[in-house]
């Protein structure tokens, strides 16, 4: 196993440079990468990139801005949906009816059934924005599918600055002193930015998303010329609460975040821990520490499905983070490479791009981010 440094990756291994990019940015998911991660990663002869963990579909774009098929997979509806409406075709006439939808002075007002699993909703925006939410909500629903589509996405992206709510590490806290921005003004705003990045999005090669588990791919074996990817870290952060009033939203229901939940990687701790059956690379670690075991099982099933799908002699880009958890540092990048040789992986690599300093008191401990890239 080969481990080398390259820090300009580093600053590509967040959202931050994704945020101001036309289309890229219009969801906000602190756990998402730069596109130049797939770029990069994109030979001469790649026809066909997947990506089991897509996320908000920064894999998905980035094929479709080089002309290149796609498939992505994500165990959240939330996820799935904007990677969707990201990466989908638009004619003049979407467009049209988007900016109709503007210019109407539809009436706002409450039309309940909005429950969330960790809150009653309406405690976590001022009375106005609450009701200017729901009444959006309800008119977007009456629109064409692709119409209804881009604009929940926009009033989806805008709950984070419209609410009172701060999303703080893995939990969502109310902040009495957050200063809310009106509802109604900022999803213009937001509806307007797409309808300008949609002016010179390419067309085409729109990528096949679906909702499902990258432990059991729906996907071919021996065709898939690139995975560009990055799983949960293990952080013992549940996405299903911290996305837990926009899943809601979408989905007006309640037993959606559980289900995706019970789909995701078990990067968090508070369900089925199955130990005894942890890959061997793992060591006593995961029976010391039940989350570590399960982390990696799952891990283990889904580098195995990366190798399934891949064409003999392509690339899998894995992009991870070390972790200290529980005080105790865990190297996931060298154990990835472990299992993937195990697993039939070869030309194993890890490049290492960034370091970041954990405070786990009363400790500091020097961990990093890096892209572990596997050949079969
Ligand atoms: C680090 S994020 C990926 C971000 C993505 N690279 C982007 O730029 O948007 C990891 C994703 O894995 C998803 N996930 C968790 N467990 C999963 C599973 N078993 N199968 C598929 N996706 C899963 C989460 O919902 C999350 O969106």
Known sequence: MKISEDFSLGTLMTFELSRKKPVHGWFWYKEGYAPEIVKRAIANDTKKIVDPFCGVGTTLLAAKENRIDSAGVDASPLAVFASKVKTDDYSGKDMELVKKFLAKDTRLEESGGWEFELFDPRAAFPKRNYNQILGL??????????????????????????????????????????????????????????????????????????????????????????????????????????????????????????????????????????????????????????????????????????????????????????????????????????????IGFSGIRIVVGAERIADVKPQKVKTRESIVILRK
Do not use: C, W
């Open 137 to 342: 909500r309800r008119a977007i629903e009456n629109e064409e599918p692709r119409v209804r589509n881009l604009l929940l996405l926009a009033l989806l992206s805008i709950l984070p600055q419209a609410s009172i709510v701060l999303k703080d590490g893995g939990v969502l806290k109310i902040r009495k002193d957050k200063r809310a921005l009106p509802a109604k003004e900022i999803f213009k705003r937001k509806v307007k930015r797409m309808i300008r990045d949609l002016e010179n999005a390419p067309k085409g090669h729109v990528p096949d998303v679906y909702l499902g588990d990258a432990r059991a791919l729906d996907i071919e074996g021996d065709s898939a010329d690139l995975v560009v990817t990055s799983p949960p870290y293990l952080n013992n952060i549940d996405y299903s609460k911290v996305y837990g009033l926009e899943l809601s939203l979408l989905e007006m229901s309640r037993a959606k975040a559980e289900e995706a939940r019970m789909r995701a990687i078990r990067s968090f701790v508070g369900r089925n821990m199955k130990v005894g059956e942890m890959p061997p690379e793992v060591g006593a670690l995961g029976e010391q520490i039940p989350i570590i075991g399960t982390y990696f099982r799952d891990m283990e099933q889904a580098i195995a499905e990366m190798h399934r799908i891949l064409k003999n002699g392509k690339e899998a880009h894995i992009v991870v983070s070390n972790s200290v958890i529980h005080q105790t540092h865990v190297l996931v990048d060298e154990i990835f490479a472990e299992m993937a040789k195990r």
